[in-house]
């Protein structure tokens, strides 16, 4: 039968453990929770149950309105970068501009959209937001995410003919077409947004192959968010802030206007099938 020294060890063996759980957090962190004293370090553990018993909703709705804020004003000191992007986004001839407003409704989209993907647990607002605000390498891939989810959204409202000029401007072609291409005409076709007919027949695609999408802004996100991954959307746009010419875009060629009679040449083979 075990002493009293003994359970006293195994005691004070199990709080070291449960400890442990600070052990997880920053250094300065630690330092701060360790010189709170105890009145206020109840306000802290009323305050994490309460957040952790909330539904996924109130919890989202409080990360917007408790953390997006912060962070946005935060990330606004990144002059330079900001200015990096404001020129790409230009050049893809989008409205968007960055700006508080902005940096807030993204950070939000990406915590929301980071949870989702964690096999759909809307559980996960919390940890994704605990990582922006924690780690200075995951509030840097914000902006990569920005800036591909910005051209991503381009792609979504170009036409198949406009893809097609798209794709011929890559170095990798077979690369960015089965990337980009494949799953946005492919999401396409499932939402009904362009739906191809008599697709063996050549001539037949001068009906769906010029059709320019119709998509509400609100369905344009939902598009991107179900047909990307987190991931996908941060390399595409690492690729573009890595280097000037890794994705190349000539608007001009893209979106120029050709009679009906000019679109397919005789000698045309469309390199998306």
Same mark, same amino acid.
């Given at each position: 039968?075990?002493?009293?020294?003994?359970?006293?060890?195994?005691?004070?063996?199990?709080?070291?453990?449960?400890?442990?759980?600070?052990?997880?957090?920053?250094?300065?962190?630690?330092?701060?929770?360790?010189?709170?004293?105890?009145?206020?370090?109840?306000?802290?553990?009323?305050?994490?149950?309460?957040?952790?018993?909330?539904?996924?909703?109130?919890?989202?709705?409080?990360?917007?309105?408790?953390?997006?804020?912060?962070?946005?004003?935060?990330?606004?000191?990144?002059? %330079?970068?900001?200015?990096? =992007? +404001?020129? *790409?986004?230009?050049?893809?001839?989008?409205?968007?501009? #960055? /700006?508080?407003?902005? !940096?807030?409704?993204?950070?939000?989209?990406?915590?929301?959209?980071?949870?989702?993907?964690?096999?759909?647990?809307?559980?996960?607002?919390?940890?994704?937001?605990?990582?922006?605000?924690?780690?200075?390498?995951?509030?840097?891939?914000?902006?990569?995410?920005?800036?591909?989810?910005?051209?991503?959204?381009?792609?979504?409202?170009?036409?198949?003919?406009?893809?097609?000029?798209?794709?011929?401007?890559?170095? %990798?072609?077979?690369?960015? =077409? +089965?990337? *980009?291409?494949?799953?946005?005409?492919?999401?396409?076709? #499932? /939402?009904?947004?362009? !739906?191809?007919?008599?697709?063996?027949?050549?001539?037949?695609?001068?009906?769906?192959?010029?059709?320019?999408?119709?998509?509400?802004?609100?369905?344009?996100?939902?598009?991107?968010?179900?047909?990307?991954?987190?991931?996908?959307?941060?390399?595409?746009?690492?690729?573009?802030?890595?280097?000037?010419?890794?994705?190349?875009?000539?608007?001009?060629?893209?979106?120029?206007?050709?009679?009906?009679?000019?679109?397919?040449?005789?000698?045309?083979?469309?390199?998306?099938?």
């Amino acid at each position: 039968m075990k002493n009293q020294k003994d359970k006293f060890q195994e005691t004070l063996c199990e709080s070291k453990k449960e400890y442990s759980i600070l052990e997880k957090l920053p250094q300065e962190v630690k330092q701060w929770a360790a010189s709170l004293p105890w009145n206020q370090r109840r306000y802290v553990l009323s305050f994490s149950y309460i957040l952790c018993a909330s539904s996924p909703e109130k919890q989202a709705e409080f990360l917007d309105d408790y953390i997006a804020d912060g962070l946005a004003v935060k990330m606004l000191q990144y002059i %330079n970068t900001i200015n990096r =992007i +404001n020129e *790409y986004l230009r050049r893809f001839r989008t409205k968007t501009k #960055i /700006n508080e407003s902005v !940096l807030r409704n993204y950070i939000k989209l990406y915590y929301i959209h980071t949870a989702q993907n964690a096999s759909r647990h809307t559980q996960h607002y919390l940890e994704s937001a605990i990582k922006l605000v924690l780690n200075t390498e995951e509030r840097n891939q914000v902006f990569n995410y920005i800036l591909g989810f910005e051209l991503i959204k381009i792609m979504f409202t170009m036409s198949w003919l406009q893809h097609e000029r798209l794709a011929r401007l890559q170095t %990798n072609q077979e690369d960015f =077409i +089965n990337t *980009y291409i494949k799953p946005i005409q492919h999401a396409h076709q #499932i /939402n009904g947004i362009i !739906l191809p007919k008599d697709k063996g027949i050549f001539f037949a695609k001068r009906d769906y192959y010029v059709q320019i999408p119709e998509i509400s802004p609100k369905k344009l996100v939902e598009l991107v968010i179900a047909t990307f991954t987190p991931d996908n959307v941060n390399k595409c746009g690492f690729i573009i802030i890595r280097h000037i010419k890794a994705l190349r875009f000539d608007f001009d060629y893209i979106f120029q206007q050709q009679e009906q009679t000019e679109i397919f040449p005789g000698e045309f083979e469309s390199i998306l099938n």
